[in-house]
């Protein structure tokens, strides 16, 4: 049996997906996390993929037949803990041409036990479609890795005139749909923790 503890709060990992030079993803994250911190039911570690060595070069092996000795980079040791110490995941992904970051991807890939059985949740950014066509790409691939996805979420149209100066969304409607979310995200953290302690999950 697992003997993963349940009586802490879930640890959720805000993962800043963008890494490109002048982006706005952590104008976004900054708020975000203001909500999950405002909110109260996780301990929140906040994970900028800016900080990590992110090859798009990927081993023979696949994760999930290498379970947890796929061969990552040294430099990736700390993404690898902090991703298999997370019990929901909330991300944060701008939209590329009608899809998500390669840095994201990256970051997805060399990882696969690290997402299984485990929620995740979206805030997106973008042009007219405010990324959503992101965190639609980023739902297929999240069930392949058995991953549960949020259907609440939050996604920002013409995010460069969506939020004040102040780093915050003009919406005042953003922090009510914020908490949708994060309780939606925060009943399925606990529920797949518990799950995960009873059982492991049968991937």
């Known amino acids: 049996?697992?003997?993963?503890?349940?009586?802490?709060?879930?640890?959720?990992?805000?993962?800043v997906g963008s890494v490109?030079?002048?982006r706005f993803g952590p104008v976004v994250a900054r708020w975000a996390a203001e909500q999950v911190e405002?909110?109260?039911?996780?301990?929140?570690?906040?994970?900028?993929?800016?900080?990590?060595?992110?090859?798009?070069?990927?081993?023979?092996?696949?994760?999930l037949a290498a379970g947890d000795s796929y061969p990552r980079p040294a430099a990736m040791a700390g993404l690898t803990d902090r991703l298999a110490a997370a019990d929901a995941f909330l991300l944060v992904t701008p939209e590329y041409n009608h899809s998500y970051p390669a840095s994201l991807k990256a970051a997805i890939d060399w990882h696969f036990t690290q997402w299984a059985a485990k929620p995740v949740a979206f805030v997106s950014y973008?042009?007219?479609?405010?990324?959503?066509?992101?965190?639609?790409?980023?739902?297929?691939?999240?069930?392949?890795l058995h991953a549960v996805t949020i259907r609440n979420g939050l996604s920002f149209p013409a995010y460069w005139k969506a939020f004040g100066?102040?780093?915050?969304?003009?919406?005042?409607?953003?922090?009510?749909?914020?908490?949708?979310?994060?309780?939606?995200?925060?009943?399925?953290?606990?529920?797949?923790?518990?799950?995960?302690?009873?059982a492991p999950y049968p991937a």
Do not use: C
């Not at 049996?1 to 993962?15: C, G, V």
């Not at 003009?170 to 939606?184: G, R």
């Open 38 to 63: 405002g909110h109260g039911a996780f301990e929140l570690d906040v994970i900028d993929l800016a900080d990590f060595e992110l090859p798009v070069a990927l081993p023979p092996e696949s994760p």
């Open 165 to 198: 100066e102040d780093g915050r969304p003009l919406d005042s409607d953003a922090e009510v749909y914020a908490k949708a979310m994060l309780e939606q995200l925060s009943w399925w953290a606990d529920a797949t923790r518990t799950a995960r302690a009873a």
């Open 1 to 15: 049996m697992n003997t993963e503890n349940t009586t802490s709060k879930p640890r959720l990992a805000l993962i």
């Open 126 to 144: 973008g042009g007219a479609a405010g990324g959503r066509h992101a965190v639609l790409h980023l739902e297929n691939v999240f069930t392949e």
């Open 20 to 22: 490109r030079e002048g």
